[in-house]
């Protein structure tokens, strides 16, 4: 039976909407890929010119130099989430729970010690010369910011030392407020083989090598309906088409546009600042150049000292979006500026008189797992989708990419056996909508309340602490529905 998904056109960021890492590196007049003009055919088609879409297409090649391939991206080759975050490198191990629950304990500590290969294979990629990332592994830090948050890592480090693996170092006091270079830190951990990059130099550097070895990409293409139903599925752009043997929906939140991929994530906002160049003021505080620190807090606060400079300090706000609405306020917006920016003075006191020079939304693709979720479009097994990276994905999607590649190109092997790789019959559906958008904003202010009590270690309420175990979690199949202990 053929079926028709009419797809939403993304709202593209205007040149000063930009992250810093696109702006740092990609000229306003910089020509774009030409776009799909004509009808064509391919074994595979990619919705999505992020590194989901070009890691697949990076792994089909390993697996089939020969891989007839296709990619259709909206506006160019990593505008999206790609090129929007905060640029931290670090493994699956501290998400140990969150993989255990979906694919059982021994699977969760092999994609777990993947997620450090992938780091590895990343940085060998940048010693070559092959690929260009700015990536920089002095540590990856975790901090408690409130006493409620105090021994958050213990369990999880007592069981990786009990089955051999010892990816942290546990850090508390003085060692944790020098860790950050901040007086909030409490305690917490440092996973050494971790860090930051330059996400858009990564995207821009895979997107040539695979140019050069004959994938095709197409910019400024954005898919407007999607056809599947018969053995092979159209993609259909303003001025063109690709007829597919295979397709993969790998446009994170935007992919929301299709009722079964919104019913399975949800999308909330991240904001992102950037100062000026401040190195002095960053000596002075002894903020480490390289290192990813992020804390415990609902609405988790990530930055970064970049490589020239600049101090990067991002939120995941939790500020909802409605079914797949993705429009010029979540390219920008200057309220969530203001909240992160006070956050960022809040922290580094010694920064007020820094200017800021960059700032930018970028929607996040949140599943109830907090992992990404990949299945196919009901009735059509050969269109598989790839969404729910909720916010942890540069040294996760090197590996889930193996999976994606096998399964399209019917490999059958570890990856392609994974049970990450097929959920069928175990993904927990979100709320429906509007419920879905009007819930998520209660919740949220019931988040904030807790974040602001925790810091000054007042009680939370029992309205609020309710309001918040109606956030998503996973349930395994047949499991009943119990709220969340918050």
Same mark, same amino acid.
């Not at 930055?303 to 079914?323: A, E, M, Y």
């Not at 309420?461 to 309710?466: A, F, I, K």
């Given at each position: 039976?053929?079926?028709?998904?009419?797809?939403?056109?993304?709202?593209?960021?205007?040149?000063?909407?930009?992250?810093?890492?696109?702006?740092?590196?990609?000229?306003?007049?910089?020509?774009?890929?030409?776009?799909?003009?004509?009808?064509?055919?391919?074994?595979?088609?990619?919705?999505?010119?992020?590194?989901?879409?070009?890691?697949?297409?990076?792994?089909?090649?390993?697996?089939?130099?020969?891989?007839?391939?296709?990619?259709?991206?909206?506006?160019?080759?990593?505008?999206?989430?790609?090129?929007?975050?905060?640029?931290?490198?670090?493994?699956?191990?501290?998400?140990?729970?969150?993989?255990?629950?979906?694919?059982?304990?021994?699977?969760?500590?092999?994609?777990?010690?993947?997620?450090?290969?992938?780091?590895?294979?990343?940085?060998?990629?940048?010693?070559?010369?092959?690929?260009?990332?700015?990536?920089?592994?002095?540590?990856?830090?975790?901090?408690?910011?409130?006493?409620?948050?105090?021994?958050?890592?213990?369990?999880?480090?007592?069981?990786?030392?009990?089955?051999?693996?010892?990816?942290?170092?546990?850090?508390?006091?003085?060692?944790?407020?020098?860790?950050?270079?901040?007086?909030?830190?409490?305690?917490?951990?440092?996973?050494?083989?971790?860090?930051?990059?330059?996400?858009?130099?990564?995207?821009?550097?895979?997107?040539?090598?695979?140019?050069?070895?004959?994938?095709?990409?197409?910019?400024?293409?954005?898919?407007?309906?999607?056809?599947?139903?018969?053995?092979?599925?159209?993609?259909?752009?303003?001025?063109?088409?690709?007829?597919?043997?295979?397709?993969?929906?790998?446009?994170?939140?935007?992919?929301?546009?299709?009722?079964?991929?919104?019913?399975?994530?949800?999308?909330?906002?991240?904001?992102?600042? %950037?100062?000026?160049?401040?190195?002095?003021?960053?000596?002075?505080?002894?903020?480490?150049?390289?290192?990813?620190?992020?804390?415990?807090?609902?609405?988790?606060?990530?930055?970064?000292?970049?490589?020239?400079?600049?101090?990067?300090?991002?939120?995941?706000?939790?500020?909802?979006?409605?079914?797949?609405?993705?429009?010029?306020?979540?390219?920008?917006?200057?309220?969530?500026?203001?909240?992160?920016?006070?956050?960022?003075?809040?922290?580094?006191?010694?920064?007020?008189?820094?200017?800021?020079?960059?700032?930018? %939304?970028?929607?996040?693709?949140?599943?109830?797992?907090?992992?990404?979720?990949?299945?196919?479009?009901?009735?059509?097994?050969?269109?598989?989708?790839?969404?729910?990276?909720?916010?942890?994905?540069?040294?996760?999607?090197?590996?889930?990419?193996?999976?994606?590649?096998?399964?399209?190109?019917?490999?059958?092997?570890?990856?392609?056996?994974?049970?990450?790789?097929?959920?069928?019959?175990?993904?927990?559906?979100?709320?429906?909508?509007?419920?879905?958008?009007?819930?998520?904003?209660?919740?949220?202010?019931?988040?904030?309340?807790?974040?602001?009590?925790?810091?000054?270690?007042?009680?939370?309420?029992?309205?609020?602490?309710?309001?918040?175990?109606?956030?998503?979690?996973?349930?395994?199949?047949?499991?009943?529905?119990?709220?969340?202990?918050?």
């Amino acid at each position: 039976m053929t079926r028709t998904y009419r797809m939403r056109r993304p709202v593209s960021a205007g040149s000063d909407e930009r992250s810093y890492w696109i702006q740092s590196v990609r000229d306003r007049d910089e020509p774009y890929l030409p776009a799909l003009s004509g009808d064509h055919r391919a074994r595979v088609a990619i919705i999505g010119g992020g590194l989901t879409g070009l890691w697949t297409a990076w792994r089909m090649l390993e697996l089939d130099p020969e891989a007839d391939i296709a990619i259709l991206e909206a506006d160019f080759c990593g505008s999206g989430a790609s090129g929007r975050n905060g640029g931290q490198v670090h493994t699956w191990f501290g998400s140990l729970d969150f993989l255990r629950a979906v694919v059982g304990r021994d699977e969760a500590l092999r994609l777990a010690r993947a997620t450090d290969d992938a780091i590895s294979e990343l940085e060998e990629l940048q010693r070559s010369g092959r690929l260009d990332m700015d990536l920089r592994l002095e540590g990856f830090v975790n901090v408690s910011v409130a006493p409620a948050h105090d021994g958050g890592w213990r369990d999880t480090i007592r069981e990786l030392d009990a089955l051999g693996d010892h990816p942290y170092e546990w850090i508390e006091g003085a060692s944790a407020r020098e860790a950050t270079a901040a007086a909030t830190s409490r305690e917490g951990v440092l996973e050494p083989h971790s860090g930051t990059m330059h996400p858009y130099k990564l995207v821009a550097s895979m997107r040539d090598d695979l140019l050069a070895r004959g994938v095709r990409i197409y910019e400024r293409s954005p898919v407007t309906e999607l056809v599947t139903g018969g053995v092979a599925a159209e993609l259909r752009t303003p001025d063109g088409s690709v007829v597919a043997d295979r397709v993969l929906i790998a446009s994170n939140a935007w992919a929301g546009s299709i009722p079964q991929i919104n019913r399975v994530m949800y999308a909330v906002d991240g904001q992102v600042v %950037v100062t000026r160049p401040i190195p002095e003021v960053l000596d002075e505080v002894g903020l480490r150049p390289g290192r990813a620190i992020s804390d415990s807090q609902m609405q988790v606060l990530y930055l970064q000292r970049t490589v020239d400079d600049r101090l990067l300090l991002g939120q995941g706000s939790g500020l909802p979006i409605f079914k797949d609405c993705l429009e010029r306020r979540t390219n920008r917006n200057p309220r969530l500026e203001v909240e992160v920016t006070a956050e960022l003075h809040r922290m580094y006191p010694e920064t007020r008189d820094a200017a800021i020079d960059y700032a930018w %939304v970028g929607p996040i693709d949140i599943s109830a797992t907090h992992l990404p979720i990949i299945e196919a479009l009901e009735e059509a097994p050969n269109v598989l989708y790839c969404v729910g990276w909720t916010g942890t994905a540069l040294a996760q999607i090197p590996v889930v990419a193996r999976m994606l590649a096998a399964k399209l190109l019917d490999v059958d092997d570890e990856w392609s056996r994974s049970p990450l790789a097929d959920q069928k019959g175990r993904i927990t559906k979100i709320f429906p909508e509007p419920l879905r958008y009007i819930g998520a904003r209660i919740v949220r202010r019931a988040v904030i309340r807790r974040v602001v009590r925790e810091r000054t270690n007042r009680r939370i309420g029992w309205v609020t602490r309710s309001l918040i175990a109606l956030m998503p979690r996973y349930r395994g199949p047949g499991d009943e529905y119990v709220p969340p202990k918050p």
